[in-house]
């Protein structure tokens, strides 16, 4: 890893005290009380106000997106709140705007919403998040978000590739090996994707990024809203190869066909877009490695044995979207499964870059 002169998206201004002065400029009163919430992208803090509420404030990693990307992102949690979709939406300042600066810092604020993650997702929930992810594609259907990041090969390999290359994150004798690997993934990408209609997504919906309270489900986090195809938020969802998720699938695919048709050819992208988010989280962590946070929490990465596991994953992906296309899929099994914390860089405990 090479060490970064700029250092300037590690959020060293942001004391706690800068964090309740953000808040009070929302003309909240605040109790001397905040706490961090788990995000290792941003940092996300529980503050308490005088009158005993609660609200969540949400300062974004500077350098990441611009004023318009977050715009497109705010907008689209205000559209959402409008149709009566459960999201967890920003809270207005003052003036009516969703997005302030504090020391350089971008942020914004949320009512504390309460819940927890669904332990377990049943058939039945499986119908309602169908339903609900098909509520959100009818909305961001709409329109277009054209500063918003394209889930595609150039965005999530061919980019990230040339960063890696210039900074040297991959070791030498691997190098080879991994980049083949990632660039066949993007062919696979740019072939498969060609044609397939897009829009405004989630981008990140999986369980962690839903709250459960007394029955009632919602959706948080927009912060990785893309451009993309529909089943970007079913695969995130639901990870695995074997026949387990194949039922869970279709139990979720029940409730999404009840309120948005859904092109089941579609579901051949999942090894392809499975693939780009693999590439893209190793050059998540490579881009992120001169925060301390992130040796501290994965200390594996880098070395030789988790680039040659991370190459096979993505030859493994290729191979078994070319057996998908060919007919000649071989039947999953029990193995194949996998599980959030495979694929999701905000779980805890920290995830680790599987298939």
Known sequence: MTPRDDLTDLFLALTPERVLDAVEAAGLECAPVCHPLNSYENRVYDVQLRDG????????????????????????????????????????????????????????????????????????????????????????????????????????????????????????PLRPRWE?????????ADRLLDGVPTHRLHGDLHAGNLLLRDGRLSVLDFDDMVV??????????????????????????????????????????IEPLRGLRMVHYAAWLARRWHDPLFPATWPQ???????????????????????????SAAAPSAEDELTNADLFWDWDPPPRPSR
């Open 53 to 172: 509420e609660r609200v969540v404030a949400k300062f974004y990693r500077p350098g990441r997106w611009s004023d318009e990307q977050i715009a497109e992102e705010h907008a689209f949690m205000a559209e959402l709140v409008e149709e009566e979709v459960p999201v967890c939406a920003n809270r207005p300042f003052p003036d009516g705007t969703t997005l302030r600066r504090i020391q350089g810092i971008r942020y914004c604020l949320y009512d504390r919403t309460g819940g927890k993650t669904p332990d377990e997702l049943d058939d039945d929930l499986l119908e309602r998040l169908g339903m609900m992810a098909a509520r959100i594609h009818n909305v961001g259907a709409r329109r277009d978000a054209p500063h918003r990041v394209r889930l595609d090969s150039r965005s999530y390999v061919r980019e990230d590739l040339a960063w890696m290359a210039a900074h040297g994150s991959v070791p030498g």
């Open 180 to 188: 083949a690997a990632a660039l066949a993934v993007a062919d696979l």
């Open 228 to 269: 993309g195809p529909a089943v970007q938020d079913l695969w995130l969802l639901l990870p695995g190869r074997g026949p387990e998720t194949a039922m869970r699938r279709e139990a979720f695919l029940e409730g999404y066909e009840r309120m948005r048709a859904f092109d089941r050819a579609t579901l051949q992208l």
């Open 301 to 327: 990465f880098g070395t030789e044995d988790w680039w040659r596991e991370s190459a096979a994953d993505l030859e493994d992906v290729v191979e078994q979207a070319r057996r998908a296309e060919s007919g």
